[in-house]
């Protein structure tokens, strides 16, 4: 995938902080020194280091890591809240590093939604005029953006609240109205920095629930940073792990937990249940393979999508003691689930432990 065809593209970007940060960006480049190295010849810390990836059009991706692993610094960038010490980023095909301010506003105000941990909500303006006031930066009238903001108060299910003050809502109805504050302006992208992280647990939960429905209907592309990996592989089409600046690996869930990197991401997975992340497809034998070995496939057989969860399969096979068949999206059978086959996945995970 180029620049052109991906919503989002970082290229080889670093972030070096500190006063001689060209020069500690020369020697890191150049000499390969490390980052204790920058530390203590430049006074400079490597934020983010040589950091590529691409976000497809409507993808919701992760990028997680521990405190300190350069993850909020990275996601600044995008939008250049931050400006990268070297590297290019593309929206939609823009070099982003090419606009002058004016264009770089419109960027902010038009094409890019911002969620934080804190719900930085202003504590004088009501519920509804926190939702409007983007559209209220873009120059629209109080009538139009008010209508706005009442038609976001319904997709969040804030109905009734629009008149209240956030002193007077729980901790995740703030986080609500954030996302509806950033979704008003109608963005193309949402950059999310661990906007559930602060909510107690059940919460949170629900919140996570309510943004992937909504994140279906509303098909934003999503850069969503958090630290917690349970969160990542619910809500994350693809997920990015960084340490110490640099991403470590970038991929689905299930690859991630099934084939991870180095003893670093194995040892951040292996929490995760396989019966969370492995789907049909990863598991199942071709139809040619079964019938070499069995009879055909038979009427009875329970039918399972592609797509479906290891947790899923395994309820299935025990309603029937019978291998399972898998189809595609077309309706098409492309495999086959036997009692061994679920056998053997959920004990390579156990192996993995």
């Known amino acids: 995938m180029d620049s052109l065809s991906s919503a989002i593209k970082i290229e080889n970007v670093w972030k070096v902080f500190g006063n001689t940060s060209?020069?500690?960006?020369?020697?890191?480049?150049?000499?390969?020194?490390?980052?204790?190295?920058?530390?203590?010849?430049?006074?400079?810390?490597?934020?983010?280091?040589?950091?590529?990836?691409?976000?497809?059009k409507g993808e919701i991706f992760c990028v997680m890591g521990l405190s300190g692993s350069g993850k909020s610094t990275l996601v600044r960038h995008i939008n250049r809240l931050l400006e990268p010490t070297s590297g290019k980023i593309f929206i939609n095909g823009q070099d982003v590093m090419?606009?002058?301010r004016?264009?770089?506003?419109?960027?902010?105000?038009?094409?890019?939604?911002?969620?934080?941990?804190?719900?930085?909500?202003?504590?004088?303006?009501?519920?509804?005029?926190?939702?409007?006031?983007p559209l209220e930066i873009r120059g629209i009238s109080k009538n139009d953006r008010l209508d706005a903001a009442n038609k976001i108060l319904d997709i969040v299910e804030l109905q009734g609240w629009g008149n209240k003050f956030a002193h007077e809502l729980s901790g995740g109805m703030q986080q609500r109205v954030g996302l509806a504050r950033a979704l008003a302006a109608d963005p193309d992208f949402l950059l999310m920095d661990e906007p559930f992280s602060a909510l107690d647990p059940l919460i949170r939960r629900q919140l996570q629930t309510e943004f992937i429905k909504l994140s279906k209907q509303m098909k934003?592309?999503?850069?969503?940073?958090?630290?917690?990996?349970?969160?990542?592989?619910?809500?994350?089409?693809?997920?990015?792990?960084?340490?110490?600046?640099?991403?470590?690996?970038?991929?689905?869930?299930?690859?991630?937990?099934?084939?991870?990197?180095?003893?670093y991401v194995a040892d951040f997975v292996k929490g995760i249940s396989r019966l969370k992340v492995v789907q049909a497809k990863s598991i199942m034998q071709t139809v040619s393979s079964f019938e070499n070995q069995n009879s055909k496939i038979q009427d009875d057989f329970e039918i399972v999508d592609e797509h479906d969860l290891l947790s899923k399969l395994i309820e299935t096979s025990k309603s029937k003691d019978k291998p399972i068949v898998v189809q595609n999206n077309q309706k098409q059978i492309i495999g086959v689930i036997?009692?061994?086959?679920?056998l053997k996945a959920v004990i390579e995970g156990a192996d993995g432990e």
């Open 22 to 56: 060209k020069e500690a960006m020369d020697a890191i480049q150049n000499q390969r020194i490390s980052k204790n190295e920058a530390l203590e010849k430049y006074n400079s810390v490597i934020g983010v280091s040589d950091v590529s990836f691409e976000v497809n």
């Open 98 to 100: 090419t606009l002058d």
């Open 102 to 133: 004016e264009n770089l506003q419109e960027l902010r105000n038009k094409k890019i939604g911002m969620v934080f941990q804190n719900f930085a909500l202003m504590p004088h303006r009501s519920v509804v005029d926190n939702i409007a006031m």
């Open 220 to 263: 934003k592309t999503t850069v969503f940073i958090t630290h917690d990996l349970d969160e990542a592989v619910r809500v994350g089409h693809r997920i990015a792990i960084m340490r110490d600046g640099k991403v470590i690996q970038i991929g689905t869930p299930e690859e991630i937990v099934v084939n991870p990197a180095d003893d």
């Open 338 to 342: 036997t009692q061994s086959d679920l």
